[in-house]
């Protein structure tokens, strides 16, 4: 934890994330483009590629999200996200200002100690992979997704308290957690003793000043990014100055061995499959699948429905568990099984952020060009706002692209073996037990390798 | 960082360097010559191509005829200037020489329907080998990530 710098030292950093307007502000940016993005879905041209809520969404925020904001911000896009913000503002009564005590008008339920945990995210992330290949290409299904999002939030704040739909219901949410992981950049208490000795808890309850962590963390007790979303309300509730931003090493979460899950490492497998599924399906040239993927209810699609799941659910799954009893059988350990099964699975957090980095990357640059006319033309009315309406489709950095995939799988392989030789060290001293995740890691390269190359 | 840690890892990063430099610049075996001339048809209805995959051997000159069985479908090779496009009824055709070894993937380059930007094939010139050296480098990154973060 030496290699730590805190932003916050600076005063000046310190009064801008401080501020009641910044996050409002970010989010004020935001809102228009995502309520267009919605208009254009549902009564803009079918033709996705020529609707601002297909391009702008899965192209243009897609890229920044995965390629920008997560590996290098973490959570920072749930701090500017929109789709929450509605039910934030009618939960507090107000759209900037904190109101006396951080009050919320919500019924205020407690979201039920079973779900306490990112399997319903799991669920969701799977049921929108799955229809993908329509909601990545249909402006209307992709408007109605994001309707649904917004209406499950509404809902949800008004019944459960502060952001319940963020922590354990968001679809999106679940993978950003899982990758904040590995991103530079990190929120944490300065000094523990402080927040023992503070009897109120601000951070937690509220004041004057700001409300209670939306997330529902205690910050004195936030020893990975996972569930912080970078909202800063523990920094302007904090009486004692005590809560900083800092920047750290990457990945610095996954060497620490806290905070481990089961719910946590399948949402690390699904990840990583979809990944894979994805490059086979969307990117891959095998038609038959495409069509599959995108015809609903026909015979094909079950076909494709049921081997995507048993993929996500039980293949891959599985073929981890094996390795991870190979693993158990080379160090004759005494940890459970289902320990080593989860504690090895973090592994797989920066192999699956690469392999959807590389995925993303082709997608992204192959497609957006697109960006230019619905700049211009977002329903696909024959406008021309900017003059753009008319600019062609243009692959960008065609030639290169498989070489850029290439180094991002890398970059993900070798933080997974970093993260394999740390874990096996931490159960068992043998470094070797590693050795059959670290084939899992280097085949599944492989294969993408094979795919992209 | 310990003194006998960090001079590990400078030899790690040297050998890995020099590794991956011999991995990208070995020569490659050379292959028997190419045919002078190939001609390769290609129909294109919504969403596929058919056939999806081509492989060609490395220095062939390559023609490729693009027929549409159903709206306007377009062509475009990754890493090279061709570009065509196909109507019912009016075919297209593009002559290169396929110079470089490794797998590109062509695309439709005109908006064609839903799954349009996802309509892709690939055109494999042989040998494979800038496969084969991007996993050699991938094994010799693999080898190194191993090194670097071993614990003695």
Redo the contacts between chains.
């Keep these: 934890m030496s290699a730590r710098f805190e932003l916050t030292r600076d005063p000046r950093v310190r009064h801008i994330l401080a501020s009641r307007w910044l996050p409002w502000l970010l989010i004020a940016a935001t809102l228009p483009f995502f309520a267009l993005a919605i208009l254009t879905g549902l009564f803009g041209t079918p033709a996705g590629n020529r609707n601002f809520g297909i391009v702008f969404v899965w192209v243009v925020w897609w890229a920044v999200l995965i390629l920008l904001l997560v590996p290098f911000g973490g959570r920072l896009w749930c701090a500017i996200c929109p789709i929450p913000a509605p039910g934030e503002w009618l939960q507090r009564r107000a759209i900037l200002g904190p109101r006396p005590g951080g009050r919320l008008h919500s019924l205020g339920l407690k979201w039920p100690r079973r779900l306490r945990n990112i399997w319903l995210q799991n669920a969701a992330f799977l049921l929108v992979a799955l229809f993908a290949a329509l909601i990545l290409t249909t402006p209307l299904a992709s408007a109605f997704v994001l309707l649904l999002m917004v209406g499950v939030a509404l809902a949800t704040s008004a019944l459960f308290e502060r952001r319940t739909f963020c922590r354990y219901l968001c679809p999106v949410g679940g993978f950003i957690g899982l990758y904040a992981q590995v991103a530079p950049l990190e929120v944490r208490v300065k000094d523990r003793s402080v927040c023992a000795t503070h009897t109120v808890k601000t951070c937690y309850t509220g004041s004057e000043a700001g409300y209670g962590c939306p997330w529902l963390l205690y910050p004195a007790t936030l020893d990975k990014n996972t569930y912080c979303g970078l909202c800063t309300e523990c920094l302007k509730t904090c009486p004692h100055d005590n809560i900083g931003l800092y920047l750290r090493p990457p990945g610095a979460d996954l060497v620490t061995g806290k905070g481990h899950r089961l719910d946590e490492a399948y949402k690390g497998m699904i990840m990583l499959t979809c990944a894979l599924a994805y490059s086979v399906v969307l990117m891959g040239p095998w038609a038959a699948l495409k069509e599959a993927a995108f015809a609903i209810g026909t015979p094909g699609w079950f076909a494709y429905a049921f081997v995507f799941l048993a993929a996500n659910l039980v293949i891959v799954p599985g073929l981890f568990f094996a390795c991870a009893v190979m693993s158990e059988q080379i160090s004759h350990t005494t940890v459970p099984l289902r320990r080593l099964f989860v504690d090895y699975a973090y592994a797989l957090v920066p192999l699956g952020l690469g392999a959807w980095a590389a995925f993303s990357v082709s997608f992204v640059f192959i497609n957006l060009s697109y960006a230019w006319p619905v700049l211009s033309d977002p329903f696909g009315w024959g406008w021309n706002l900017f003059g753009t309406a008319q600019w062609t489709w243009t692959p960008y950095a065609d030639g290169l692209l498989p070489y850029v995939q290439w180094l991002m799988l890398c970059l993900g392989l070798v933080g997974a073996i970093g993260v394999s030789l740390k874990t096996a060290r931490d159960h068992h001293g043998r470094q070797v037990a590693a050795m059959p995740i670290v084939a899992f890691c280097v085949l599944f390269t492989l294969g993408l390798v094979w795919l992209y190359v | 960082m310990s003194r006998i840690i960090y001079r590990r890892r400078l030899w790690i990063a040297v050998l890995t360097a020099a590794l991956l430099i011999g991995v990208i610049g070995i020569p490659w075996p050379a292959t028997a010559a190419p045919p002078d001339a190939l001609t390769i048809a290609i129909t294109a209805r919504a969403?596929?191509?058919a056939p999806?995959?081509i492989r060609v051997p490395r220095g062939a000159r390559l023609t490729l005829t693009l027929e549409s069985l159903d709206t306007v479908h377009g062509l475009?090779l990754?890493?090279h200037a061709v570009e065509m496009t196909a109507e019912p009824g009016r075919s297209s055709r593009a002559t290169f020489v396929a110079e470089h070894e490794?797998?590109f993937?062509f695309?439709c380059?005109v908006?064609c329907?839903?799954?349009?930007?996802?309509?892709?094939?690939?055109v494999v010139v042989e040998p494979e080998v800038?496969?084969a050296r991007?996993?050699l480098?991938?094994?010799v990154?693999?080898g190194s990530?191993?090194a670097?973060?071993?614990?003695r």
């Design positions: 969403f596929a191509y999806e995959s475009s990754d890493g490794g797998k993937k695309r380059s908006s329907g839903a799954l349009h930007p996802f309509m892709i094939g690939e800038p496969f991007v996993t480098a991938t094994l990154i693999s990530a191993l670097w973060f071993w614990k």
